[in-house]
């Protein structure tokens, strides 16, 4: 009885008391049935032998009234007693089983490839990749999120957390070639993202590394980077950017600035991609995670959306309700109702004695 009234906006704190209520009609039948005394009394039936049947009529009369009444206020009173109370407002509680997410970003010179497109205008990897990211990142809003970047050695853009838009600023500052190191350490960016996920006690905790490259660098290889993350139950999403093979290049000024034509476009040249994409499945099979080879950005924007659906985060909402007390309501009226059957019983409708 108790969970059928909790899910309206009455709700009694005492709901047994309302049991009483089933006397209420049980009241009116015997006082109808009953009828009314006479105030009189008469020493012969035979003087009042023509209005002995109105003695019988409840519903009509001053009596009648003065039994509602009655009636009204023991129904008030067992209302109160019920202790009823009024939904005030409703508070969502949500608790979250979110995932621990560090996104390992290539920033090598091999970023500057023209391979993708962004609105029919060839553009660099990186410009799309950040795209594509800012995406998953806004998607991923109950996760702690975090950023390596890499190139001949990995630094640390952004530690795990749940302000997202400090996040994405720090993903808007990245460049191509800002890490003096040259080359291409994926084993040792796999390191640092593990390091600041070993610790972490969310129920999953993911690496997602893009690279357009080969491992050169580093201390640490890509296979053992990854035995350590699945030692700590860290999964790998590895994602290949690019087109293997010949690509558009820029071409770069003396002083490392992109050469441009006159009316500003970027002049591009060829050079070799090489994207090491077996060492990319091989990393994430030891981490039970997945790889993947995007060679354009609906491609790349189409693995990272499955990448969200692969690691959902599971949410469970909690309600609350905020509830007033207003017994003092129907125990005020009441008492009111008695107080004033009482009155009008000893004052203006008093019985002869």
Do not use: C
Request: glycine letters at 10%; charged letters at 25%.
């Amino acid at each position: 009885m108790r969970a059928m009234l909790e899910k309206l906006p009455l709700v009694f704190e005492s709901p047994y008391w309302l049991w009483l209520l089933l006397l209420v009609p049980v009241l009116l039948i015997l006082k109808g049935r009953s009828g009314q005394s006479s105030a009189v009394r008469f020493p012969s039936i035979g003087l009042v032998a023509g209005i002995a049947g109105r003695g019988r009529t409840f519903w009509g009369g001053i009596p009648g009234l003065l039994f509602l009444l009655k009636v009204a206020a023991f129904a008030l009173l067992i209302l109160a007693l019920g202790r009823p109370k009024w939904r005030k407002d409703t508070i969502a509680e949500q608790e979250r089983s979110g995932v621990d997410i560090v996104l390992a970003l290539d920033l090598s010179g091999s970023m500057w490839a023209h391979d993708f497109k962004k609105k029919g205008k060839a553009v660099d990897r990186l410009t799309v990749v950040r795209g594509v990211i800012r995406d998953f990142i806004q998607a991923r809003k109950d996760d702690r999120i975090g950023i390596v970047a890499f190139s001949g050695a990995p630094y640390l853009v952004s530690p795990l957390t749940l302000n997202h838009d400090w996040v994405m600023e720090n993903l808007e500052r990245l460049r191509i070639g800002s890490i003096p190191e040259q080359g291409t350490a994926i084993g040792s960016a796999i390191g640092m993202a593990v390091n600041r996920l070993n610790n972490q006690k969310s129920k999953s905790r993911l690496i997602v590394l893009l690279t357009d490259g080969a491992n050169n660098q580093g201390q640490i290889e890509p296979a053992q980077a990854a035995e350590a993350a699945s030692s700590f139950g860290i999964k790998i999403y590895a994602v290949g950017a690019g087109e293997k093979g010949v690509v558009d290049f820029p071409r770069f000024n003396p002083d490392g600035s992109l050469r441009r034509s006159p009316s500003g476009e970027v002049l591009l040249g060829k050079a070799k991609s090489d994207i090491d994409l077996e060492t990319l499945a091989k990393v994430a099979d030891l981490t039970g995670g997945k790889s993947f080879h995007a060679k354009n950005a609906k491609a790349l924007s189409r693995i990272y959306k499955e990448i969200d659906q692969l690691e959902k985060t599971e949410k469970k909402l909690n309600i609350r309700y905020n509830y007033r007390d207003i017994y003092t309501w129907p125990l005020l009226l009441g008492l009111g109702i008695f107080l004033l059957e009482q009155t009008l019983v000893n004052t203006r409708f008093r019985k002869l004695p």
